[in-house]
């Protein structure tokens, strides 16, 4: 029943290390995003995934590498992680631009 | 670029009191308007939405109107309970990708 899930649901893993975040839909949307929640709540868009375009938020870090199998599936690759990359990733699908974003229950990273 | 400012929290209520949370926002065209609320250690939902000026989007008490002369979208609830109590955040949809911008989050407090 879920419609957009993320796993794992917690990380911690040391400085350094590359690892990755899957994000799966069952809806159908067209669009996936990626989503960077600080510690202060703020939340921030990384990137855009719609039919093969991939829309990338410019003050990513290219650390970051989002990866696309397949229109249902939008997995989130992290090389080298740094302290700072400590947050809440959230994983969201729409249809367009008139409907609204599901999002996943968030991905709570932790760089030791 | 597009961007949504949300009053600084945390806003502590008692019980049935009113609740205002202001949003303005700033960005060219027609934006779509979103409010999402984020429940302790849980993702974002969908709270209530519009996609034109004077339209009203409403949910579980939850109200708020576009106003495009004042480029605003305040949240307002006639009767807040404890299970209120989240972090809300206001959030415009507009341009290539389909990509949420989020205004920085309002916590919301309310005591028996």
């Known amino acids: 029943d879920t419609a957009v899930s993320q796993t794992p649901k917690y990380l911690v893993t040391q400085m350094g290390n590359d690892k990755s975040i899957k994000c799966e839909q069952n809806?159908?949307?067209?669009?996936m995003y990626w989503y960077k929640q600080d510690s202060k709540k703020f939340l921030k868009i990384m990137f855009s995934?719609?039919?093969?375009?991939?829309?990338i938020n410019e003050t990513v870090p290219n650390r970051f590498s989002p990866k696309s199998p397949d229109k249902a599936h939008l997995n989130l690759h992290i090389n080298s992680l740094e302290l700072g990359d400590s947050a809440v990733y959230f994983c969201a699908s729409s249809q367009d631009r008139n409907t609204e974003a599901f999002f996943g229950q968030g991905t709570r990273l932790t760089v030791v | 670029g597009d961007s949504v400012t949300q009053m600084e929290g945390p806003v502590t209520l008692s019980e049935e009191a009113f609740l205002t949370i202001n949003c303005t926002y700033t960005?060219?065209?027609?934006?779509?308007l979103f409010w999402y609320v984020q429940y302790p250690g849980e993702g974002l939902q969908l709270l209530l939405k519009a996609t034109k000026a004077d339209d009203k989007g409403s949910n579980k008490g939850f109200e708020a109107t576009y106003r495009k002369e004042t480029t605003s979208f305040h949240l307002e609830k006639g009767s807040v309970q404890v299970s209120d109590s989240a972090v809300y955040f206001c959030a415009l949809r507009k341009g290539a990708g389909n990509m949420l911008t989020f205004g920085g989050g309002t916590r919301l407090m309310v005591k028996p």
């Open positions: 809806l159908g949307h067209d669009t």
């Open positions: 960005a060219t065209g027609y934006p779509s």
């Open positions: 995934y719609n039919n093969k375009e991939l829309i």
